[in-house]
């Protein structure tokens, strides 16, 4: 048989590695052609990789955790042809010569999704019918493939992870979703199917540990517990939020906000959009009218840009750390929009499931650590835009109102800005912009 080595490809952005999360097949497994075979994480996003061969697999090249390098081998399949001695006929493809390639190309397989080309890829369970081949060549004797193990049904990575951390393998869990899907629940119910084995087991070993590295800090004079490797992602994050640090002369400036209007605006219409999403709309009518702010500087140039159209990013919370994916062309979009798009990122996002251009093309960024329940934050700028808004969370506070003393909606905005664009009166106008916004949105939605 013929053994195909798929390389881990250029992943986009520029990345020279990255680290394999999760493997969807094992050695023996049946795969057809674009099938996900692995989900690797980049330092922008978790991306499933499909596989240009199909067969059974041979070899996995990594195991999960282990970072890898564009262009170096992924995973091998066995094709299941044999290969002759010689050619039968000059016009016979073997191999992936030209005309081979080009047969295959027009030669491809009847059932299935149309991407399984002759030659490389496996007719689904149950396909009747045989290949056609060119005139003239020699039938070759193909063997039996050996029996594969059925490719467990995922398609959350968050149910992967799940089970990863139990120990369990997804492939030993019945699933209980469509065409067989594994869900969460039914990871769950194989995690308290197993805990009882587990507890009576009298070999069974202790939980791992993380082992002590056997170091004592000099500085300290205490014993490393552990050592730790930074994923390829937080080393990502820690570059980005250095070079911010060390490139940009920012300043933050506060200011304190009656949301009570905004907050009865929503209690109005619980189906309507939430309350980050008339911020954002905010923040966008805020960025028109001081459009220094949703751009860059370009240091080697000495030249400010600014943008035409906003790409709004957001800061979300995920497992494998805070990343700030932008809603594209937030300018273009009305409240109601916005709202949609927001959940809809923010769920992908948590997923590892934003694009590269969501994750890599913001230019100006709203974080709403008031869903963390603290009220302010000097947040550092997402390099290379230029500054960040940031909402705290909403509670009772005293508040003066016509020189009465009552209860009020307060929230801080904090925002960070690159001195070098602009000074404080500009920031201060932005910030008004949306802190009035806030505070009487029906006036500000009529101007919007």
Partial sequence: MTIHTFELPDLGEGLTEAEVVTWLVAVGDTVAVDQPIAEVETAKSIVEVPTPYGGVVHELHGAEGEVLAVGGPLISVADGTAEPAAPAAPEKPAGPSADGERYREEERAGTGSGNVLIGYGTPEAGTRGRRRRPRGTAAVPVPAAPAARRVPLVTSPLVRRLAREAGLRVADVEGSGADGLITRRDVLAAIGAAAPARESAPDAAPPAAPAPAGTVDPRTGLAESSRIPMSGFRRSVAAALSRSRSEIPEATVWVDVDATELVRLRAAHPRGPGLLSYVA?????????????????????????????????????????????????????????????????????????????????????????????????????????????????????????????????????????????CDGGAAAGFMRVVADAIEDPAAAIARL
Avoid at 291 to 301: F, K, Q, S, Y
Avoid at 315 to 337: F, I, K, N, S, W
Avoid at 350 to 372: C, H, V
Avoid at 386 to 413: C, F, H, N, S, Y
């Fill in 281 to 421: 709309r905010f923040t966008v009518a805020g960025l028109r009218a001081h459009p220094e702010l949703n751009g860059l500087v370009d240091a080697d140039r000495g030249e400010l840009v600014q943008y035409d159209g906003v790409n709004l990013g957001l800061a979300v919370q995920t497992d494998r750390g805070l990343v700030a994916p932008a809603v594209l062309g937030a300018h273009r979009l009305t409240t109601a929009e916005l709202d949609a798009e927001i959940r809809r990122l923010t769920a992908a996002a948590r997923e590892g499931r934003a694009t590269p251009a969501e994750m890599t093309g913001g230019t100006f960024t709203l974080n709403n650590y008031g869903s963390l329940r603290v009220d302010g934050s000097a947040a550092i700028i997402n390099h290379p835009q230029v500054a960040i808004l940031g909402i705290g969370r909403i509670i009772d506070r005293p508040w003066v109102v016509d020189g009465e003393l009552t209860v009020r909606k307060v929230t801080q905005l904090s925002f960070a800005f690159d001195h070098r664009v």
